[in-house]
């Protein structure tokens, strides 16, 4: 009977497609010439690579420059030589700055520095937990509301005050001028497939570029301060805003479009009557992202004066202080994990009322205006009275937490190292000295015609031709040999973070408890800064490629998880029945039916995988992971080798178009 | 494979018995997807390829190929075919939702085709209305707001389209659930806002996008006698698409039968069964119950000379299901008479013949 | 219903607790004491300062700035910035002095000059040591270790995973000028740079080892407040002779003393400013630089605080600055 009827609602999208079939018998044949392909080009390269061990290499010492690099330095130093009296200069970034600087001061003045007169901002703690709780209960519901009443006192309790309100308002007017731009190029990339083709590879860029390689142009153009803070913020903050406003935009039903324009509709009303309102959910999951990834960047900023919690960080990192710069990192996942929640809740609050019934709504209203007279009442006091605008206490849970830190981060260095550099080893003898090897000592034309018989193979040959594009722009950039240890690394840790990701997936997937217990772990994962964890990681293991591993498995994993975590829980309940009813064990439903079955979820894990891992070059390059991240991190720090710097960054950007593109081209034809 | 326009007279009492001006008249209908598609029409090499040899040579899909038909006012035409035989393409082009690649749309003696896209959009506001497969309703708005949706883009009053729409809320029998959300009605019920949508414009002209395919039997069966009772009550054109046989013969005054996008045969519903055009109707229609369909026009014979010529009259477009008893009971051979002309005679035997055929194949 | 019943109760005790403050208000109003720093913006002005990203910097400025602040009732604007950006700021105004400068001569060239937004305002009296240096258990199990001719006997001790086979020498934050390459591979040496990335990796690399009598080698640098937490040997290398570092491909001699200097804004330097006259008198020695660094980094004093320790233990000193 349900066969009956579900069989005329998939005949009818065969109806609408109309595909020709028959690839099925031959797709089998193919997998297993595939697999033999792939064999092929290994022992090809294992081969070659014995043979030719050495050759060709084209590596570039520490303080080699290649003429690409000095280029690059020549035109960043004729940018800055001129910027008084370039008119681009005068009249159009020195405006930008402007705005975006009198934006950031005037939050700032409300909540975060003393201004006019005052010694105190305009609005004191209590106003802002009023402001923050009322905000949450409005847009989201009264269990946010809760939790960001907790979470900003908390900030306060750490004695954090001061700074996270500036991290906030830092934060706050990035995503804002972020949103303001991408939200309309979202939607017009959503509209028009022309636009998102051409959009697609700078969002890429923006998103994959290391920040170091841009902060210091960007101080040339934007001055030091808070313009360019919000600048450096939001080109990394706004893709995600932008990709998933599109993808929003895209994802309404087609039905309810055609709907609309067989009912006349104009294009302008489609998109405001139907598009829009429909695609609100998404996009507010969109602002959710970009405030994480403006979250990300809150240390990063720091670098180049950003006020807030990030510059607490790296202050307390200078002397090692791990406690203080725990306890900051701390406030930071506090704040990310209240705006997550908040914005998750207010994506999902329209249907949430919806289902509540309608009596609750009638009482909306006015309890919308007495919660504003409340938090207005707030306001008030906490812009008059003293004990309301400066949060009380000397924070002294702050010092408790930095202590407890502290102490575990000793104890951990103590009792843990001997293990720690076992298995440091193994990895680093058994898997990755040996891969590293095989891709810095090939010589380059090898490992470049590997890549892209391996790309085409997975990927088929549209992802072959832009690997062979981005290996012949690899060679270019001049840092091929950096590259390709950068490459090892990547990776190896991607190894790890899958071999994490299916193992805390599966077991988040099957199981609702351990994923409510082992999310939130995740979600502090993913924002608290890298550099917090840093330190201790350097006492565990050392200045090595392998703690810059560990450091990217750590940022990376969460993302890997959560991902397949999802794909194993989206498998159909009757599927797993169906194989219980057949008598399979819990090990072989996991292998032989969710983990198949949430391939396309392991497949898009691998990609945002490697993305995150990338992410983390640089970051690696501060711990002893050489190569690309130090290239970058040394452009940032001297002058002569700004343009090697830029160069290696340029080479991440492009290792990450290479493999997302292989990887989403491999997705695509695993689940075609 | 022309199709098959059997030329008989029709069995109801539609108005084409005066031959009217038809509503729509597609003429010469092509849609082609894939690089140059525009083309393939024009190709008569191309134009005769099956629609896999036309793929492999030129890469396009034909999805609708020389399509006509006319509709007549008042009618409800149904347009019946399998899984990409073209039916959703061919009633989209109707309104140019897909752009058709060639051909002809007169409706009401315009060319829908040459309509620029201001024309196209008052012939789409206050002409045409479409009632989909998937309904295609928007989830933010409650039920009144989505059956005014049609008037608030034609740019009327809220009020006034507001009292509008709860006629028509009413007129579907949907009273009470004005300020629900499409989420929290059932299928069945979120089709009768789909349906109260389309007639709230009062268009000319019904389109129906496999609307009942998603739904329950049992719901489908309502809904079909909702469409039945409403044709009644508003009298609407209707052009209905549908791969649902039983469907196509409860609604259709004539029916389409289409195959990888051509016609395979246009005619009333006992024209089908009675005069299959080729193997491909003749096996569609091989399960239905014929007695319920064909009427004795169908079945009669021609008068032989020793027939016995006293017995009872019937008319010719008389159901085999309903003549049954008559039949039977007549000691004599049934005349079939029409105008005062006898056009044969009914026997028990063609009568079993129709009724033990059908115990047959069940 | 319940939920419309928890969203009543919800307002209730909103409105409950609203009444609650407002009876209960009273206390200190903002505005009642205002405080003094900010009317003795006399005849200073802003004063922008630099702060570069280790504890040594830190500790000038913190002193700078306090004395800047309390003797000379400046508003001083502390930025912490690298020093490519910090000397990129003289350009666009934005920075007014940096108080701590190792060498860089390439920037002194681009910014003094040729851009002449620079000036040079004298020395800080600070040495710069720049070498290799071992932990202390080192250099006191194998005294000849702080001699490089004897490095190669020991190569295989300082291998690690890092190192493809030779002895590692760990070197640190790319901002520091380095001839490490250049030196093992003039003086022959069985050794590979391994670049911890950043001065946190390296102290931390040092801190165990000295710890855990680990084998490590790396450039380091003083002053350095961790030097006062662990004594590191310098490892002595061929000895500097002007020019002996011209090429820097072909440098076998070590590091000079730097004389650490300070630098200004051309701008700055011509506003009259007392601020500057300070930044050009500020001289003291590693000592002192040392006690305030320990005091911010190890006694974990706020830089303010720190400052104003050292200062009322120095009033001698500090008055000749602003005599």
């Known amino acids: 009977m349900t066969v009956a009827v579900e069989k005329p609602e998939n005949a009818d999208k065969a109806d609408k497609v109309d595909k020709p079939e028959g690839s099925a018998p031959v797709a089998g044949a193919r997998r297993i010439s595939r697999r033999m392909m792939l064999a092929a080009i290994l022992v090809a390269w294992l081969v070659l690579f014995a043979v030719l061990r050495g050759k060709h290499t084209l590596t570039l010492a520490a303080a080699d420059l290649t003429d690409l690099h000095r280029w690059f330095n020549d035109v960043n130093d004729s940018i800055g030589a001129d910027r008084n009296s370039n008119p681009l200069f005068l009249y ?81 007017s990035a995503v804002f001028v972020a949103l303001l731009f991408a939200i309309p190029l979202g939607v017009w990339a959503g509209l028009s497939d022309r636009f998102n083709r051409i959009m697609t590879p700078f969002l890429d860029f923006m998103q994959t570029m290391p920040t170091f390689v841009y902060l210091a142009p960007l101080t040339l153009f934007f001055l030091i301060g808070p313009a360019s803070a919000t600048i450096a913020t939001l080109i990394y903050a706004a893709p995600p805003a932008i990709r998933i406003t599109a993808h929003a935009i895209r994802s309404v039903p087609e039905t309810t479009v055609e709907a609309a324009d067989s009912m006349g509709a104009t294009q302008r009303q489609t998109l405001l009557k139907v598009l829009l309102p429909m695609s609100r959910r998404t996009v507010v999951m969109g602002i959710n992202q970009t405030i994480m990834a403006a979250l990300a960047m809150v240390t990063i900023a720091a670098l180049i004066d950003a006020p807030g919690l990030g510059k607490t960080v790296v202050q307390a990192l200078q002397s090692l202080d791990v406690g203080t710069a725990f306890n900051a990192g701390l406030a930071i996942v506090v704040m990310a994990i209240v705006l997550d929640r908040v914005t998750t809740a207010a994506s999902g609050r329209a249907e949430a009322a919806r289902s509540s019934g309608n009596r609750f709504l009638k009482w909306r209203r006015p309890l919308l205006a007495a919660g504003g007279v409340a938090a207005a009442v707030l306001v008030y006091l906490s812009h008059t009275y003293v004990w309301a605008a400066e949060f009380p206490g000397e924070g002294s849970t702050g010092s408790t937490i930095a202590r407890a830190a502290d102490n575990v981060t000793t104890w951990a260095q103590d009792n843990l190292s001997g293990v720690t550099n076992a298995f440091r080893d193994a990895i680093t003898n058994g898997l990755l000295n040996p891969f590293q090897t095989l891709l810095t000592d090939s010589p380059w034309w090898l490992v470049g015609a590997a890549l892209v018989g391996l790309g085409t193979v997975l990927g088929g040959w549209r992802a072959g031709v832009t690997t062979a594009v981005c290996v012949g722009l690899l060679v270019g950039t001049g840092v091929w040999s950096d590259g390709m240890t950068t490459l090892a690394s990547t990776v190896v840790a991607t190894v790890l973070v899958m071999l994490l990701g299916v193992v805390c997936g599966v077991w988040m997937g099957r199981s609702p408890l351990v994923d409510r217990l082992l999310r939130p772990t995740l979600d502090a994962a993913q924002v608290m800064p890298p550099f917090v964890y840093l330190v201790p990681f350097l006492a565990l293991f050392g200045a090595t490629r392998f703690t810059a591993i560990v450091a990217a498995v750590v940022y990376a994993a969460p993302v890997a998880i959560k991902i397949i975590a999802d794909g194993v829980r989206a498998v159909p309940e009757t599927t797993v029945e169906a194989a219980t009813a057949a008598g399979c064990n819990t090990w072989q439903i996991i292998t032989k039916v969710q983990l198949p079955m949430s391939r396309s979820a392991l497949t898009l894990a691998t990609n945002q995988g490697l993305i995150y891992v990338l992410s983390m070059v640089v970051v690696g390059g501060l711990v002893g992971a050489g190569a690309l991240g130090y290239d970058v991190v040394a452009g940032f720090s001297q002058g002569q080798l700004y343009g090697k710097g830029l160069a290696a960054g340029l080479a991440i950007v492009l290792l990450g178009v290479m493999f997302d593109r292989i990887t989403q081209a491999a997705a695509r034809r695993t689940s075609a | 494979m022309t199709p098959a326009t059997t030329e008989v007279p029709q069995r109801r009492g539609t108005p084409q018995d005066q031959a009217p001006t038809p509503v729509i008249s597609v003429r010469n209908l092509w849609k082609v997807f894939g690089p140059k598609a525009d083309q393939v029409p024009d190709s008569e090499e191309l134009c005769g390829l099956t629609r896999r040899e036309l793929m492999d040579r030129t890469g396009c899909t034909a999805a609708v190929r020389d399509v006509n038909f006319e509709v007549s006012p008042g009618e409800v035409f149904v347009v019946m075919g399998l899984s990409g035989s073209g039916k959703s393409t061919l009633v989209r082009c109707l309104t140019r939702l897909i752009e058709p690649t060639a051909g002809e749309i007169v409706f009401e003696g315009e060319d829908i085709r040459d309509a620029d896209h201001k024309r196209l959009r008052e012939l789409r506001r206050s002409k045409f209305s479409m009632v989909f497969q998937h309904f295609g309703l928007l989830p933010h708005r409650r039920v009144v707001d989505n059956v005014s949706f049609g008037l608030e883009i034609r740019g009327m009053g809220k009020a006034e389209r507001t009292k509008r729409a709860l006629e028509v809320v009413e007129l579907v029998g949907l009273s009470g659930y004005e300020n629900s959300y499409p989420d929290q009605l059932s299928g069945g019920m979120q089709q009768r806002v789909g349906l109260a949508r389309a007639l709230a414009g009062d268009p000319d002209v019904l389109l129906f996008d496999e609307p009942f395919s998603a739904l329950d039997p049992l719901i489908r069966r309502d809904m079909q006698n909702e469409v039945i009772r409403l044709h009644h009550e508003v009298g609407k054109t209707m052009v209905f698409i549908t791969h649902d046989l039983s469907e196509a013969l409860k609604l259709g005054d004539r029916i389409l039968i289409m195959r990888d996008g051509k016609m395979v045969q246009c005619g009333t519903g006992d024209e089908l069964v009675g005069a299959p055009a080729d193997d491909y109707v003749r096996d569609f229609v091989r399960d239905v119950p014929r007695g319920q369909v064909l009427t004795l026009r169908w079945i009669m014979r021609p008068v032989e000379p020793d027939d016995a010529l006293d017995g009872p009259e019937l008319g010719p477009d008389v159901v085999v299901r309903e003549a049954t008893r008559a039949v039977l009971a007549a000691e004599k051979p049934v005349k079939v008479v029409e105008n005062g002309k006898l056009l044969g005679i009914v026997g028990d035997e063609e009568i079993l013949a129709v009724v033990a055929g059908q115990e047959g194949d069940m | 219903m319940a939920r419309q019943a928890r969203q009543w109760r919800a307002g209730a005790a909103g409105i409950a607790v609203l009444g609650l403050t407002l009876t209960a208000c009273g206390g200190a109003k903002v505005g009642d004491d205002s405080a003094g720093g900010s009317d003795s913006s006399g005849k200073c002005g802003t004063f922008n300062l630099a702060v570069n990203p280790w504890v040594g910097y830190e500790a000038n400025a913190a002193v700078v700035a306090y004395v800047a602040e309390q003797d000379l009732g400046c508003k001083v604007t502390k930025k912490d910035l690298k020093e490519e950006i910090a000397w990129q700021g003289f350009g666009t105004g934005e920075v007014d002095a940096v108080i701590e400068n190792w060498g860089h001569d390439d920037l002194k060239k681009k910014y003094i000059t040729d851009q002449k937004t620079a000036v040079d305002a004298g020395l800080t009296g600070n040495k710069g040591l720049i070498g290799w240096y071992v932990p202390p258990w080192l250099a006191k199990a194998h005294p000849d270790i702080t001699d490089w001719k004897s490095l190669d006997k020991y190569a295989s001790k300082f291998k690690t995973s890092e190192s493809g086979g030779k002895g590692q020498l760990l070197d640190g934050d790319p901002s520091f000028v380095t001839n490490d390459e250049a030196l093992v591979k003039n003086l022959d040496l069985d ?94 020695t590693n000592e002192d630089q040392n006690t305030v660094a320990k005091y911010i980094a190890v006694d974990k004093m706020s830089p303010e605080a720190a400052a104003k320790k050292w200062v009322e233990a120095n009033r001698d000193k500090v008055d000749a600055w602003i005599k």
Do not use: H
């Open chain 1, 92 to 172: 159009f970034f020195n405006e930008i700055r402007l705005v975006i600087d009198n934006l950031v001061t005037f939050v700032q003045d409300l909540i975060s520095q003393s201004s006019a007169g005052r010694s105190v901002p305009q609005i004191g703690w209590l106003g802002v937990v009023g402001i923050a709780g009322y905000v949450s209960w409005a847009v989201g519901n009264w269990r946010v509301a809760l939790l960001a009443v907790a979470g900003f006192t908390f900030l306060g309790l750490q004695g954090l005050w001061q700074e996270s309100m500036d991290t906030l308002a830092l934060t706050l």
């Open chain 3, 191 to 284: 050794f590979k740079v391994v670049y911890a990335g950043s001065e946190t990796a390296l102290i931390q690399a040092f801190r165990k080892a000295e710890k855990n009598k680990e084998w490590v080698i790396g450039y380091f640098y003083e002053p350095q407040w961790f030097m006062s937490e662990v004594p590191l040997a310098k490892v002595k290398l061929p000895e500097y002779k002007d020019g002996c570092d011209a090429d820097a491909a072909k440098v076998a001699c070590d590091y000079p003393v730097y004389e650490l200097d300070k630098i200004a804004s051309a701008k700055f330097a011509k506003s009259g400013s007392p601020a500057y006259d300070l930044v050009k008198n500020f001289t003291w």
